[in-house]
């Protein structure tokens, strides 16, 4: 959606879709405006909530099924598994994907790695076209003035225009770029404690043949899960920019990490706002 600063400003219900890396700051800003009269919708909530809790459990209770102790109560339905998601703990997503490599150190098969990539592409298309109703919601039920979309930081990998239009009808979209330093923090993260992470097939498939290339491996099933990540963050990094780049360009508008930082109310995140549709403008 792209407003003019008069328009954005008489905008009574202000809706806004937040893109970026995780790390960014997504989430501590609509925490944030959630004290403010802001609905927080977490796409990644969404997503385990709704569209991949049947397939998070199952995998949990394929687990359990391993232990004998916990097998035999399962079986006799004297013990149930419940998903604890929470907006602040989205652990049980990340799980499900899950890391590809050696199933001795935690990772998964080729196949099964790319059946849970699937399954999290479409949970995320269905978790952003759901926005425009959860809109209508925030308003209607909560009692909301106001909307913001935390969207995952896939969004721009799901090459699907339609879910882009849907978020650029309904909300204002801004994309919240890393300075440089703050390149180099996510990397660094990511390098200390590497996390599972949802690749575009085509990017997975040429990367992964050059980094058997490069550890001079033949199969999957040698991969060291956690160094694969390691390996891959910084390319994922890089080759998101220029995606986040072109939808911010056509749809919406761009703020760094920098300017974030020092928003630290409402206000300050509003008049951010206005200074990047003038600056865009």
């Known amino acids: 959606m792209k407003l003019s600063v008069e328009k954005f ?29 802001w609905f927080h919708y977490s796409g990644d909530y969404r997503i385990g909530t709704r569209y991949l809790d049947e397939p998070i459990l199952d995998n949990i209770k ?16 004297s013990i149930y598994i419940e998903n604890n998601l929470s907006v602040d703990n989205l652990k049980p997503v990340s799980s499900f994907l899950g890391k590809l490599g050696n199933p001795e150190l935690g990772g998964l098969s080729f196949p099964e790695f790319k059946r849970r990539q699937e399954l999290h592409r479409k949970a995320e298309i269905a978790a952003m076209r759901d926005v425009p109703e959860f809109i209508s919601k925030a308003q209607d039920i909560y009692g909301y003035m106001h909307f913001i979309n935390d969207a995952g930081g896939s969004v721009c990998e799901l090459d699907d225009p339609e879910t882009l239009e849907t978020l650029a009808q309904n909300t204002l ?109």
């Open 62 to 77: 394929l687990q359990a099924m391993q232990i004998p102790f916990l097998r035999d109560l399962l079986r006799s339905d």
């Open 9 to 37: 400003r008489a905008w009574e219900h202000k809706s806004i879709t937040l893109l970026g890396m995780s790390g960014v700051g997504k989430t501590r800003l609509s925490a944030m405006l959630r004290q403010r009269n």
């Open 173 to 281: 979209i801004l994309y919240i770029k890393a300075s440089q330093t703050d390149e180099q923090a996510l990397i660094s993260r990511a390098e200390a404690d590497p996390k599972p992470l949802y690749y575009r097939e085509s990017f997975l498939d040429e990367q992964l043949q050059t980094y058997l290339l490069d550890r001079g491996l033949a199969y999957v099933a040698q991969i060291d899960p956690n160094d694969f990540v390691r390996w891959m963050f910084p390319r994922l990094f890089y080759s998101r920019i220029p995606r986040y780049d072109a939808i911010a360009s056509r749809y919406g508008y761009t703020v760094t990490t920098d300017e974030l930082a020092r928003v630290k109310n409402e206000v300050d995140f509003l008049a951010l706002v206005e200074q990047a549709i003038t600056r865009q403008s």
